[in-house]
């Protein structure tokens, strides 16, 4: 799950939405609000949803990049959740927003292969310019 999460932020990163929304369920939630408050309340989406999602509120950005640590998980091996922090850098220009927080996240197995369920982010602090948002 650990490698999961890294492909899907390296895809994120890349501005590749289609593999990062390859690693999610169908449905899945993902809770945008950390990278904008006005996303709204996190609901069951389709990943390709989902993918738009990302563009509209992710890919504005000059620069993304988001830093895996800790991360440890728990399941009985159809089902698992996670925990893990999370740093994620946002560019814009000449300014830059980052963002502290912890990951929770719930993983389902299918077909073989681990898929994200659910992402939900947990903002512990914040450092740079609050209005480097999309």
Avoid: C, K
């Amino acid at each position: 799950m650990r490698d999961l999460l890294e492909r899907t932020f390296f895809a994120l990163d890349a501005a590749d939405g289609e593999a990062a929304a390859a690693a999610l369920t169908d449905p899945a939630v993902v809770d945008l609000r950390p990278w904008d408050p006005g996303a709204g309340t996190p609901a069951p989406r389709s990943p390709e949803e989902i993918g738009a999602q990302w563009e509209a509120h992710l890919y504005a950005f000059d620069a993304l990049e988001h830093h895996l640590g800790a991360p440890r998980f728990t399941g009985d091996g159809a089902t698992a959740l996670g925990l893990a922090h999370l740093r994620i850098e946002l560019v814009a220009g000449r300014d830059r927003r980052t963002i502290y927080a912890d990951l929770i996240g719930r993983f389902q197995r299918e077909d073989g292969r681990w898929h994200i369920e659910r992402l939900e982010f947990d903002v512990l602090r914040e450092e740079g310019n609050p209005d480097v948002r999309h």
